[in-house]
Structures are given as C-alpha cells and as structure tokens.
C-alpha cells in the first residue's frame, strides 16, 4: 500500500467511524482516536521526525490534509447529529394546530333560575319582601300551623318523605310545599313589631314571597320527586280578594308579557284558606291560546292560621297564594316534559342562555 493510499485509508476510517457515532458523546470518543493527543493523526506526525527535511515537507504537507479532512468529516457529522437532534426535538413538540382549541363553556342560569329571578323581580316592584326557608321541616310548620291537624284528611293530598331526626309528635320531613313560610316568616314579622302591636298600633303590612325546593313522594312527566314553589302572602288590616285580583293578574301578565292574558279564579278547597280558589289562565295567542291553564292556589288566609302567626284575625285578614314556577317555565318556553328540568343535560340547558 503506498503511503498515499494509507492515509486516504485512515480518512475512510474516520468517516465511517463517526458515522458509527449516534450521539454527540460517540462523536467525541470516535473523534479521540483520530485526533486525540494520543490518535492515528498525532502518531503519523511523531513518526516525520525519522525523514528527511525534504521528505518531512511532502510527507507533512500530505499528513496535514488527512487532518484536515478527518476534521472536515467530523464538522459534518456533528452538523448531522446536531440537526438530527433538533428534528427530532420538533418532532416531538410538534402542534397540531388543526386541533380545536379547549373552548371555555359560558356559564348561564338554569330556566327555573330564571323564572325564579324573574317571579322575584316582579313581585318585588310590587313591595313584596323575599323570603328563604327551611326544606327539612316540621310537621308543625308544614301542616298542623297552616290548619291540617294530624287527622286532617287533607294532608294524603300530599305524598310526604319523612326523615330522621324528629319525634312521634313532632315528626321532620322534605317540606311539601313553600306555606310554612307563611307562618316562618308572619311570626318573625310579629315578633319585630310586638311593640307596636301591643301597644294596640297596626303593624306593617305582611307582603312577602318565597320560593324554593319542595318534595313529595311523586313522579311521571309532570311531576317530580323535587319541584320548586313560590308562596306568596299579603297579610294587612283590609287586603281583600280583589287585591290579589289585582296583585296576581299583574303578575301573570308582566311573567308572560301577555297584556291581554286572561285570569279565572276557579273555587277550590285548601286548609289554610278560606275561600280558596285555584287560579287558571288563559292565553289569547300563541300555541296555548284559548285553553285554561292552572298555575296556583290561593286563598284568603284562615283565621286559625292567622291565629298560628300570632295575629288577631278579627283585625288581621289577608290572602296566600302557591305557584309552581316549574309550570310557569313550561309554560314561558314551551317545554312538555318536566324532568328534562332535572336530568342536567347541557344540551337542552344551554337553550335558555
Ligand atoms: N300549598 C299549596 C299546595 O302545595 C298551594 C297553595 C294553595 C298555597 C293556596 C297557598 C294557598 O298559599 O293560599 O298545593
């Protein structure tokens, strides 16, 4: 072999040894053989020293572009592993920018929500207080307050759960509807104005609403185990029947935006009331127009319940009235199947925002 073809033999050498080198580490370890201070380079440089000048020179100047062509392969190695490792880098962080982006979902009241806030809004431009309660009850405040004694044969109108924690006479339970605000709220009213009251002076008027979760032992397409109501009470020395006439009319009118709305005060019995009267109204448009739709109980207040509150009802009279906010949302959007309200599906929730 002759010395040329040696050296161009170590050049090969190189090459394929750094190829050989799959990471920077392998690089540098491949390049220590040629080029190290103890490598294949350095050896053919210490073996000039036995030549001739002139051999030195030829020999040198051929040594020299070995070196330099290792080190030229070496550079392009490195530049290859070096961009190997960013493709590879890209590769891995790569955005798939065709992705849909992660959308924020706009939050919205619930439709019963809303018609709650609604009912609120009305009757409170109208003066009425609103008023939360307990839905864990007492048989007291839930039925014996409002005239329905235990065997009261119109306490089965209501399916009750009862739960734990009462006493044979004082049973707990999921209120079965928002009237024992009536005496909830009239006793604290009282209360607050006893000295006005027993100096012989009228107190303010009672005018309050109050909506909230109810429960009966009940369930099919318009009924559910838990419904809301709205209970509504006008207690003063001379509100009549004609002002819940009038009181609720508005009412209806204003929740449908129906200025033409019919009203239908149908005779009806409740414990707590008398007379009572079940209230119907009636669209004179629209999809609902020209049937009778119940949408709450009424009442002038019992004097045993105005009694209960603490009230002398030879000078206290007033009226209650119940609703079914559910009903009414059924009825403002047009919604057939009541337990569509409870089973949360976003899709038809997220109708009403
Ligand atoms: N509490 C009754 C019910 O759940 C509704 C009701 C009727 C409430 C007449 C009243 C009223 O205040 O006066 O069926």
Known sequence: MSSQSILDDLVDQARSSFAQALSPADL??????FLGKAGRVTELMKGLAALSVDEKKSRGAAINQTKQAIEQALTERRQALAQAELDAQLRAEALDVSLPGRQRMPGGLHPVSLTMERIEAIFGSMGFDVAQGPEIETDWFNFTALNTPADHPA?????????????????????TH???MQIRYAVQH??????????????????????GRTYRVDSDATHSPMFHQCEGLWIGENVSFKDLKVVFTDFCRTFFESKDLVLRFRPSFFPFTEPSAEIDIQFQAGPLAGRWLEVAGSGQVHPNV???MGLDPEKYIGFAFGMGPDRLTMLR????????FFD??????????
Do not use: C, W
Request: no cysteine; hydrophobic share 35%.
């Open 333 to 340: 959007y047009g919604v057939n199947d009541l337990r569509l």
């Open 28 to 33: 540098e370890n491949a390049k220590a053989v």
């Open 306 to 308: 105005v009694r209960n």
């Open 190 to 211: 009282v209360k607050k104005h006893r000295a006005l009251i027993e100096r012989g002076e009228l107190m303010p008027e009672i005018r309050v609403i109050a909506p």
């Open 178 to 180: 928002t009237s024992p």
């Open 155 to 175: 306490r089965s109108m209501h399916d009750t759960f009862y739960v734990e924690g009462g006493t044979p006479d004082e049973p707990h339970l999921l209120r």
């Open 344 to 353: 949360g599906d976003i899709r038809f929730l997220a109708q009403f925002n």
